[in-house]
């Protein structure tokens, strides 16, 4: 019994440090801003490289709340640049939509 607590505080703490690490490179796109963009245009540079990102990522980097976060993926939504998906054990997912390979298809 106290081995599987062990294990399983062992894999948490490692769950969490990923997405630590997943934000400090995240963050390195911020100080990179350009004057005229805006923080839904940084996000969506950040998805076209990374395809992907979990709301708590995106809410920790730009210091909003998770549902701001899923906010932001429904405008980009809105313009089929994302996708949000909403698994049943997790939290939202913002997916890159790679429209360039749709159009070839």
């Known amino acids: ?13 490692i769950k969490k440090r990923k997405i630590q690490e997943e934000e400090i ?9 350009k004057e005229n963009e805006t923080d839904l245009d940084v996000l969506y540079n950040i ?6 990102l ?3 990522i995106i809410a920790g980097v730009f ?17 089929s640049l994302v996708e949000i998906d909403y698994p049943t054990f997790s939290e939202p997912r913002i997916i890159f ?5 749709e159009e070839v298809n």
């Open 1 to 13: 019994m106290v081995i599987s607590i062990v294990i399983t505080l062992y894999i948490r703490f």
């Open 25 to 33: 490179k995240i963050i390195s796109y911020l100080t990179k801003k």
């Open 47 to 52: 998805l076209k490289e990374k395809k992907e």
């Open 54 to 56: 979990r709301a708590s």
């Open 63 to 79: 210091k909003i709340p998770n549902d701001k976060a899923v906010e932001w993926g429904k405008i980009l939504e809105e313009k």
């Open 97 to 101: 939509k790679d429209n360039e390979k």
